[in-house]
């Protein structure tokens, strides 16, 4: 048997691995019945060296998932080139040129220029600003909320889950887009009430998904066993609860960036979004609304932006779900 | 398998430790007095567990056996506290002198998994899917004590799986449940269990699942683990081979109460109540003609909605007196020589004629 340190995380992996091969090959007869129960169930694990760090497992499922690499390839460069485009994007998205007014894509305006003029190739990279900082400060408040809220619900159950699930439902019930509006008309738009608001507005499908994903996990005997091992509720909901859940609480939250972004979209397109002179990709679209018959390719390039933006979400968000499942044998 | 001496500087971690001074060490280590569990259902109370009482002794292997529905496994949940909310516990669990029912939740997790740890019967459920066996292992250490070092911690994991036989511990550690045999997924909910050296074990039908060659390897790690932390051991099942081979003495519930205990020679050599006559006669023996066939309990067991006046056992009974005691008045369990108890009314008379008579 190995001397090697409890620290030493290949050494003993590799010597498991052969010594379990000898013993399956050579061993016939010989193996005693308590080797061969150790063999039994775990072909896998003497195959392929074991103790790979988590980090390094994950990694490998998730790249694994192509659209899922691919996915989250696109929108790095989108994120990095959105918020460097000072450095590089030659044109002043501002710069107008009123005389020359729109023109349709060339070498030179590779977008195109709009009603103004300007380059609409800076204009829609400088409202990416917006739209993905919005996108993703979104998902992340909601997921956070919903995460909270749906976890003591469904973990706590009785009056809790009720007064929780009652204010969710009362949520969900409002008309979202006309409470925005008003609620930024009120509070006016600024990105952070922008946020807030839509943030607001998109926490209870998490809170719901996760409160019915702790209901069924809180039942497994593994949290029984946990509690028989003296683990307070916090540490249960923490370490046993949530780990089981986030398959589905990533997808939502890559589902909120999208949405985040589209209803963003939505809310300028509208005209109550983000304000005059910060555009955002759904601002275009509400400019782009006037001369929808001659000048379409202002209508394609920012939709073309956001229907990137959430396939590649939506693709890194299934990517993830499987290399969160350590069960996942990819 | 065997242990693997560890040359490294790991602290002697699977030494007795201190116990408490005020902690009534001559005594039994857990009394049950009268426990009687009901749970609401509809509109009545269900009784699970009813008058339950026995001793555990420290460094005592208890085997408590019963049917499915007896009320075993009910009665090492209250001992934990682990019963939902809606159960209702009367009686009087005392651990070491205190008692334990009425603690509140703050109050009883200290002592779960510290003093008194659990072995689940099936261990892949027992497992959390999501995280390493070794992490798990170290989690139970962790939740007591909060200052260990990473350092000592892995030792201490790595030399809890060698304890019960996991080859190559250090890598084992390393993988999670689902690649983990059954066998030696028990063995990991045992290190889990034995990691804060409990003064008590209760292992719920710890081998139920798995195969009898693997059976025998958990019970000798559990012996082994006894022999060796001096704790005492709670062995719930429905194998009387199982009790056979490491109970001392022996628990038979029928329908949530207690029908006998004693020693474990006593209840395999003079079983005193008919129900305990009855599952030994029902072994299939060695020793018998293969033509011959199996002695049974008739009937099924009662729903515990609506239980038998008088002697549960009653309508099962080939001695029962019916119309007569046995079907009014419920037997109590008394003491019939030799610290055997028993809750029969004819226990003295069927003394006689044990396993003929239940045919």
Partial sequence: MTTLGPHDRSGPATVQGSGFGHGAEAGGAEIDNELAAELEGVPLASTEPPARSQWELFRRRFFHHRLAAVGLGLLVLLYVAVFTASLWVPQNPRAQDVLAGTSAPSAEHWFGTDQLGRDFFARVIYAGQISLKIGLAVAMISTAVGTITGSLAGYFGRWIDQLLMRLTDLFLIVPGIAVLAIALKKFGSADTVIILVLAASFWMQVARVVRGQVLAVKEKEFIEAARAAGASNTRIITRHVLPNCIGPIVVNATLAVAGAIVAESTLSFLGFGVQKPQTSWGNLLFDAKSNLQFDEHLLYFPGLFILLTVLCVNFVGDGLRDALDPQSRR | ?359
Avoid: W
């Fill in chain 2, 1 to 359: 398998m065997t242990a693997v001496p560890h040359d490294q500087s790991v602290p002697a971690v699977l030494e007795m430790e201190e116990i408490d001074p005020d902690s009534g060490l001559s005594g039994p280590i857990l009394q049950v007095r009268d426990l009687r569990v009901q749970f609401p259902i509809e509109d009545t109370m269900v009784t699970a567990v009813d008058g339950v009482t026995f001793d555990v002794d420290a460094n005592e292997t208890l085997g408590i056996v019963g049917e499915s529905g007896s009320g075993k496994s009910v009665t090492s949940m209250a001992i934990l506290g682990l019963l939902p909310t809606t159960a209702q516990v009367n009686g009087s669990i005392l651990f070491r002198g205190r008692e334990l029912i009425g603690l509140k939740e703050k109050e009883l997790q200290p002592l779960r998994g510290r003093r008194i740890a659990m072995v689940f019967q099936d261990a892949l459920a027992a497992l959390n899917p999501v995280h390493r066996v070794g992490a798990q292992i170290a989690e139970s250490i962790k939740v007591h004590a909060h200052d260990i070092s990473k350092t000592d911690l892995r030792a201490r994991v790595v030399e809890l799986l060698d304890v019960v036989g996991i080859p190559d511990p250090a890598a084992r550690a390393d993988q999670f449940p689902h690649e983990f045999s059954g066998g030696m997924r028990q063995r990991a909910m045992i290190a889990m269990s034995i990691a804060n050296e409990p003064d008590l074990l209760i292992a719920d039908e710890p081998t139920t699942a798995l195969d009898v060659t693997i059976q025998a390897q958990v019970l000798e790690v559990l012996e082994r683990i006894q022999d060796r932390t001096s704790s005492s051991i709670m062995l719930i099942t429905h194998d009387l081979g199982v009790v056979a081979g490491v109970a001392d003495r022996v628990l038979v519930m029928y329908a949530g109460r207690v029908c006998e205990v004693a020693d474990v020679e006593s209840v395999f050599y003079e079983p005193r109540h008919p129900y305990t006559q009855g599952l030994l006669g029902s072994l299939p023996r060695l020793d018998a003609r293969s033509d011959d066939r199996l002695a049974r309990i008739v009937g099924q067991p009662p729903s515990l909605i609506a239980l038998p006046a008088g002697c549960a056992f009653h309508p099962r009974c080939p001695h029962a007196l019916v119309p007569g005691r046995c079907s009014q008045e419920q037997p109590q369990l008394r003491l019939l020589g030799d610290g055997q108890q028993a809750a029969c009314h004819r226990a003295e008379e069927i003394e006689a004629k044990p396993l003929e008579a239940a045919e």
